[in-house]
């Protein structure tokens, strides 16, 4: 089975050589072809999509935004082979995947949604939590696939599913950053100790994925993004786009956070660096 993959950033890379360390052949393509370059020889790179999706079986997309998801898919649909599978495990627009299931069937090509969580570190570890929309024959022949990226796979139902699950997931983990952010400012306040702080919010029942590894980056004002807030603040916005008459006060909040610290120049800084909007207020 040959498998193009398309975008090798902080989650893409782990990914697609967990796929060539599987013994699938993989060719990889990204913007910035050191990035792919740099996982040779485990698997191949190329500086061309053609080149990269013509003969390939399965097409896996991982980028940044939905309008380089429309840009990338563009591409692939002029270069694919008949009867390709085509997999974007961007977080991205509904609508935009459902878009680009239509056209695929069209064209004589299946398309699956599948976005993932769990950072950079599930990447790696091969532990993320993947949530899939589209035809569910075409979700059991990639599957083998996905468990060799994930630990938790879901199969959630027609094309643009796999998106609205990832969106809500969004709106959890923003409740749970922030949540974690203000318990430690406000500790911060009263002048604790952060450290104990955390080892009761961690061993309680107010743990979270969030406390147990983005608060100790907050302590250690350690703003290395295992995810970006710009991309963060993306799939926060994409949520206010779906979420129709539906009033959503905790990730309206947390936009609005990050919003402020992407003007600040937080762009490439990691999510739990909104520790920082609240110490700024302890000044």
Same mark, same amino acid.
């Given at each position: ?20 360390? /599987?013994?699938?052949?993989?060719? /990889? *393509? ?13 698997? !191949?790179?190329? +500086? ?35 009867? @390709? ?16 299931? +239509? ?25 993320? @939590? ?9 979700? !059991? ?22 998106? *609205?699950?990832?969106?809500?997931? +969004?709106? @959890? ?16 306040? !009263? ?14 029942? /107010? ?20 995810? *970006? ?25 947390? /936009? ?15 999510? +739990?660096?909104?520790?920082?909007? *609240? ?5």
């Amino acid at each position: 089975m040959k498998i193009a993959w398309i975008g090798t950033g902080v989650m893409g890379a782990p990914m697609a050589t967990h796929l060539a360390n /599987a013994n699938y052949e993989v060719i /990889a *393509y990204n913007r910035t072809y050191e990035k792919a370059k740099k996982l040779e020889p485990t698997l !191949k790179a190329t +500086q061309s999509i053609k080149v990269a999706v013509e003969n390939a079986d399965i097409i896996f997309t991982i980028v940044g935004y939905p309008k380089d998801v429309k840009e990338i898919y563009t591409e692939i649909f002029k270069f694919a082979k008949p009867k @390709s599978i085509l997999v974007d495990m961007t977080t991205s627009s509904p609508s935009l995947a459902k878009e680009i299931y +239509q056209k695929a069937k069209a064209l004589n090509l299946y398309a699956l949604d599948a976005p993932v969580t769990g950072g950079d570190l599930g990447a790696i570890n091969q532990t993320l @939590s993947i949530m899939v929309g589209g035809d569910e024959d075409i979700y !059991k022949q990639v599957l083998p696939l996905f468990k060799e990226m994930g630990k938790t796979i879901n199969y959630m139902g027609e094309a643009g599913n796999g998106q *609205y699950a990832k969106l809500a997931n +969004q709106a @959890s983990i923003a409740g749970s950053i922030a949540g974690c952010a203000e318990a430690l400012a406000f500790a911060k306040s !009263k002048e604790l100790d952060l450290d104990v702080m955390l080892d009761v919010i961690v061993g309680g029942s /107010a743990n979270s994925w969030q406390a147990a590894n983005n608060g100790p980056k907050m302590i250690k004002n350690d703003a290395s993004p295992g995810f *970006y807030i710009k991309h963060f603040l993306k799939d926060l916005n994409l949520i206010l786009d779906e979420k129709d008459d539906l009033k959503l006060n905790i990730v309206e909040n947390v /936009a609005q956070i990050y919003t402020i610290l992407v003007e600040e120049g937080y762009d490439d800084f990691g999510t +739990q660096a909104i520790f920082d909007y *609240y110490l700024n207020q302890l000044k």
